[in-house]
């Protein structure tokens, strides 16, 4: 008899753990949820910022604040270096390619009474769909439509159309797959990435601008899936999804002719000599094929971080120069 109940606890143990399991996998294999709201685009992107903040906590002095984000901060209390936890965006160009429409969905810590207040003073107008207000404002030749969906999320867009808002409001009120490219190609999104992008390139094919005057295109209708992980140094992964295998191999033949001219003629270090933590991270990028994708990926170490998190720290704190007649207006960052 107490045979026969070990066996039953263990088989209990096992269940239980197998559920969890599956219960993870499953939640792992998901975008993330603020990505499934957003509306269809032609490039998504994707930031978890909590790591973010252990910086914010650990930088010495304040740091100085002004013109419109010091207005915006004293009325809603809201610093989005240290509030925001999430950021999800979704762009498209205009049908007549002379103009960009996006889609954001924010999520952090806020006031929301705070933050309804200072949007109602802003908004020309407010409309109510689905039992919350989406409040619309005239912002550099756009009509930027604000919504708190609940009290650690808001949505934006700058879409001429009200239905890309009504829709973030109907995916929220139940289970959505997303954009058809999140769908597609978020399976690809390395497990514990930080930050991804998902691109398709249009038909024409994009030309990228390099240091040293070289010139990278990327064939049309292929799609890019960028990440960042950290793993006590930063791993960046860029997989490159052509329509066909020679593609592909024309990808990576060019990128690595860039990769060996760069290398032998030093353009990409500084006159002072190379900095040997950047060396590092320059020599540590590969680039493969595996059949019809080609495969970008770098190691920045931690010792780049830090100087980088340093020299960012003394710009922030840094004195905002003066005109001959005294202090300038603030300028937007």
């Known amino acids: 008899m107490r045979k026969h109940r070990k066996l039953l606890i263990s088989a209990l143990l096992l269940?239980?753990?197998?559920?969890?399991?599956?219960?993870?996998?499953y939640r792992s294999t998901q975008p993330p949820g603020a990505a499934r709201l957003l509306p269809e685009g032609d490039f998504i992107f994707y930031a978890n910022l909590k790591p973010v903040h252990l910086f914010h906590l650990n930088q010495s002095g304040p740091v100085q604040l002004e013109g419109e984000y010091?207005?915006?901060?004293?009325?809603?209390?809201?610093?989005?270096?240290?509030?925001?936890?999430?950021?999800?965006?979704?762009?498209?160009?205009?049908?007549?390619?002379?103009?960009?429409?996006?889609?954001?969905?924010?999520?952090?810590?806020?006031?929301?009474?705070?933050?309804?207040?200072?949007?109602?003073?802003?908004?020309g107008s407010t409309e109510h769909y689905r039992g919350h207000a989406i409040y619309s404002i005239a912002h550099e030749g756009h009509l930027v439509r604000v919504c708190l969906l609940d009290r650690s999320r808001v949505a934006v867009t700058n879409m001429p159309s009200p239905e890309p808002m009504h829709g973030i409001l109907d995916r929220n009120d139940k289970s959505a797959p997303g954009p058809w490219l999140l769908a597609a190609h978020y399976r690809d999104v390395p497990a514990t990435s930080l930050a991804w992008l998902i691109d398709r390139i249009p038909n024409k094919a994009d030309s990228v601008q390099l240091p040293g005057g070289f010139s990278f295109s990327f064939p049309a209708d292929s799609v890019a899936v960028a990440s960042l992980r950290y793993t006590g140094s930063l791993l960046f992964r860029a997989d490159i999804f052509a329509q066909s295998e020679a593609q592909a191999r024309e990808i990576v033949d060019t990128a690595n002719t860039h990769l060996s001219l760069a290398r032998s003629i030093g353009q990409w270090m500084g006159s002072r000599g190379p900095d040997k933590d950047i060396k590092a991270a320059f020599d540590s990028i590969r680039v493969e094929q595996k059949e019809n994708v080609a495969v970008f990926t770098a190691t920045i170490p931690q010792s780049v971080l830090k100087k980088l998190w340093s020299e960012a720290q003394n710009e922030s704190v840094a004195p905002a120069p003066q005109s001959p007649g005294g202090p300038g207006p603030g300028r937007k960052r």
């Not at 269940?15 to 996998?25: D, E, I, S, W």
């Open 15 to 25: 269940a239980t753990v197998a559920a969890v399991g599956l219960v993870f996998y």
């Open 70 to 123: 010091k207005d915006f901060i004293a009325q809603t209390g809201i610093q989005f270096e240290r509030d925001l936890d999430e950021v999800a965006m979704s762009r498209r160009e205009t049908a007549d390619h002379r103009d960009v429409e996006s889609a954001e969905i924010f999520a952090g810590r806020f006031d929301p009474e705070r933050l309804q207040n200072y949007l109602g003073k802003a908004a």
